[in-house]
């Protein structure tokens, strides 16, 4: 069974970092790409940012240069550092991966084939 534990997520203002990880058991992880989703109050799930199992990376215009996905392959977690954070930052943010292992697009949700339980990342002004 695959299973993704996200954590760090918070309360920041405007203009502050977070970093959010994700550790992931039951497959290799280094073997398959990983990615970050988030979901706002009644708005679809998307795409935030992903890195390929040879660490490529691929992120949504809306946080591109602000946030950051990395991987620790030793440690069997990927990481999202988010500088610069905005009010319409906040959402639950999910870790996510499917069976593939590099990137050619960014994912849509129904890609997706593992979910972890999110982790709330709310920006206050």
């Known amino acids: 069974q695959v299973l993704l534990v996200e954590s760090g997520g918070g309360l920041v203002q405007s203009g502050g970092s977070l970093r959010l990880s994700c550790v992931v058991s039951?497959?290799?992880?280094?073997?398959?790409?990983m990615g970050w989703f988030r979901q706002a109050p009644g708005k679809e799930r998307e795409f935030v940012a992903a890195?390929?199992?040879?660490?490529?990376?691929m992120y949504a215009d809306s946080v591109k240069g602000r946030f950051t996905i990395s991987r620790d392959n030793a440690e069997n977690t990927v990481y999202l550092q988010m500088n610069n954070l905005k009010l319409e930052d906040t959402a639950v943010y999910y870790c996510?991966?499917?069976?593939?292992?590099?990137?050619?697009?960014?994912?849509?949700?129904?890609?997706?084939?593992?979910w972890g339980q999110g982790t709330q990342v709310t920006v206050s002004s």
């Open positions: 996510a991966t499917n069976s593939a292992a590099l990137l050619f697009r960014r994912w849509v949700a129904r890609e997706i084939d593992y």
């Open positions: 039951g497959r290799t992880f280094s073997r398959y790409a």
């Open positions: 890195v390929s199992a040879t660490s490529t990376t």
